[in-house]
C-alpha cells in the first residue's frame, strides 16, 4: 500500500516556471519508478515523466523535453516535477504515480503498469 499526496500547482502566466511535489508514504522500499502524468479537461491522461527510484534515471515525453524536469529524493519520499517556458497546453491535472514492476526506457511510461495514483494537483497556464 503506498499513498501519494501532489501539492504546488497553482496559476502561472506563459513563459513562468512552476515546481509540482509528490509525497509517498506507506511501502515506499517497494517502489521501482515514480511518474508524472496530466491529463486536461475531455483529453486523455498522457504520460510527462518517470524515475527511476534507486538510479535516478529518467525519462521524458517529447512535447515537455528540454523543459520539464523530474527529480526525486529518497529520504524524503518526494517526487518532484520542475517546469519551465510552461505553454497554454500544459494546462493540465498533473497526477503521480507509483510503479513496483521493473521497466526500461519508454516502457516505464505506460499507466497501465502503475500501481498507485495521488489525488492530482491543478496547474493552470494562462496566455
Known amino acids: 500500500q503506498v499513498q501519494l499526496v501532489e501539492s504546488g500547482g497553482g496559476l502561472v502566466q506563459a513563459g513562468g516556471s512552476l515546481i509540482v511535489s509528490c509525497a509517498a508514504s506507506g511501502r515506499t522500499l517497494s517502489i521501482y519508478a515514480m511518474g508524472w502524468f496530466r491529463q486536461a479537461p475531455g483529453m486523455e491522461r498522457e504520460f510527462v515523466a518517470a524515475?527511476?527510484?534507486?538510479?535516478?534515471?529518467?525519462y521524458y515525453t517529447d512535447s515537455v523535453a528540454g523543459r520539464f524536469t523530474i527529480s526525486r529524493d529518497n529520504a524524503k519520499n518526494t517526487v518532484y516535477l520542475q517546469m519551465n517556458s510552461l505553454k497554454p497546453d500544459d494546462t493540465a491535472v498533473y497526477y503521480c504515480?507509483?510503479?513496483?514492476?521493473?521497466?526500461?526506457?519508454?516502457?516505464?511510461?505506460?499507466?497501465?503498469?502503475?500501481?498507485?495514483w495521488g489525488q492530482g494537483t491543478q496547474v493552470t497556464v494562462s496566455s
Open positions: 504515480a507509483t510503479r513496483w514492476k521493473f521497466c526500461s526506457g519508454s516502457a516505464c511510461g505506460d499507466a497501465s503498469t502503475y500501481d498507485y
Open positions: 524515475v527511476k527510484w534507486s538510479g535516478g534515471l529518467t
